[in-house]
């Protein structure tokens, strides 16, 4: 079951991720991945990380996000 907070973090998470990558990845002149592949993992990958770690890692830093963006307005 998926939660609506748990979406959130995902979406957040995965705006941080594709916002970071994508300069990144120009800096270097890497091939880039779309926001999708951020959110949901890479295409046509048997990889366990790829399938559901991604998801993981967004809610992560979807939450320290979250979280860093509360306490800065806080101290405003």
Known sequence: MKSVL???????????????????????????FTFVEYLRGPKQSDDWFDQTGHTFVNRIIGFITLMLLILLSSLL
């Not at 705006?15 to 091939?31: A, D, L």
């Open 6 to 32: 748990g979406e959130l973090f995902n979406f957040i998470g995965a705006v941080v991720r594709w916002i970071y990558g994508s300069i990144w990845r120009t800096i270097f002149q890497k091939p880039k």
